[in-house]
């Protein structure tokens, strides 16, 4: 992995930066967390036919 940010991530500062209330970065990052955990859902469920998670804790 290269020592980078991730560039969504890199931005919630400057947002912040910019006068923007708490909630439009804490949706910001709820968004993108969904997005992440469903990607991951689907391509365990679809492509791969492995159980996601395997378990839970």
């Avoid at 931005?11 to 955990?37: F, K, Y």
Wanted: charged letters at 10%.
């Amino acid at each position: 992995m290269a020592p980078a940010e991730q560039p969504a991530a890199g931005a919630n500062p400057l947002v912040m930066l910019t006068g923007q209330e708490w909630h439009c970065l804490i949706s910001r990052v709820a968004i993108g967390t969904l997005a992440i955990v469903a990607l991951g859902l689907a391509y365990h469920r679809l492509l791969s036919r492995q159980p996601y998670p395997k378990r839970w804790l």
